[in-house]
């Protein structure tokens, strides 16, 4: 579900990824593991353990969600969907529904916000985007809103340390004490789906920030305040309906965008070329 090289890859070759299995009694269950890719084992590597990192984190079908990215700060952050279990997002004594923070070994950091925790922020639904504004090491998360009634309302989150962000007390505008609203979110007849997303660093659209949708079948550019850290003075989509369901958006060390379409996820409707990684140039 998640995938993410070292810093010092060049060096280590220590790849951190995250996936779903099925347990010996039948349950789902997520976990992480740090994997040694050995380039010696002929044209494209080979991947091998080196270590679980975190292991029987209760998995399901849906709200499954995890995104593996590596912050500035050299930590391992982690999310982890509530996995249709909404209280689980407001107990802090597991992992479900959290943005975890690891050392690259697995341990813990000392500055983490819960003493012998792994758990960053909490009342997260389905959280599928992390992304720091470079400059400001802001960080930010892009997170599945509720279906039924209510409906939609996809959040865009500027994430702190400790805090609380609602699921499944508090939902789009609502405002509880000690909760954390949103900075954006769809409404609540708009469905973003919103899944991966990155601040852009170079040409025009240095400083957007781009989110992924996969039912919203659309790149999002979204633009922040720089003087107010939750102020979004624009918002709006790009490439609709073109390329179908977008899984996620990486800027490439050559300044080009790479999209990665989710149309065989047995949600799309795939074409012959799908699923397929789309080079985006910006002039």
């Known amino acids: 579900m998640g995938l993410a090289l070292d810093p010092q890859f060049a060096q280590n070759r220590f790849v951190y990824a995250s996936f779903t299995l099925r347990a010996p009694n039948g349950q789902l269950q997520n976990r992480l593991v740090r994997l040694r890719d050995d380039p010696a084992a002929g044209p494209g590597g080979t ?66 916000p819960f003493p012998n925790s792994p758990v960053y ?12 504004q470079p400059g400001t090491n802001r960080l930010y998360e892009s997170e599945h809103g509720p279906s ?14 400790g805090k609380n962000y609602g699921w499944p007390v508090a ?5 509880r004490e000690g909760m954390v609203s949103p900075i954006r979110h769809s409404g609540a007849s708009v469905t973003w789906a919103p899944a991966g997303m990155t601040f852009v660093s170079n040409g025009p659209w240095a400083g957007a920030l781009l989110i992924t949708g996969l039912r919203g079948t659309a790149l999002y550019r979204a633009t922040i305040d720089t003087g107010d850290p939750r102020r979004v003075t624009a918002f709006e989509p790009l490439f609709e309906r073109q390329f ?40």
């Open 244 to 283: 179908g369901r977008l899984r996620d958006v990486a800027e490439g060390p050559d300044g080009a965008l790479y999209l990665l379409t989710s149309n065989q996820d047995g949600r799309g409707q795939p074409t012959p070329e799908d699923d397929r990684i789309i080079r985006v140039t910006v002039r």
């Open 121 to 132: 922020s909490y009342g997260h639904r389905n959280p599928q985007g992390l992304a720091w």
């Open 171 to 175: 939902t789009g505008d609502a405002t």
């Open 47 to 112: 991947g091998t353990l080196d270590r679980v990192l975190l292991d029987s984190i209760p998995g399901a079908q849906t709200h499954d969600g995890s995104r593996v990215r590596f912050g500035p700060d050299g930590k391992l952050y982690v999310t982890m969907g509530d996995a249709q279990n909404p209280d689980a997002a407001q107990r802090q004594d597991g992992l479900n529904g959290k943005i975890l923070r690891l050392n690259s070994d697995g341990s813990i950091p000392a500055d983490n």
């Open 148 to 161: 039924g009634s209510p409906c939609c309302l996809d959040e865009l989150n500027l994430i702190e340390p």
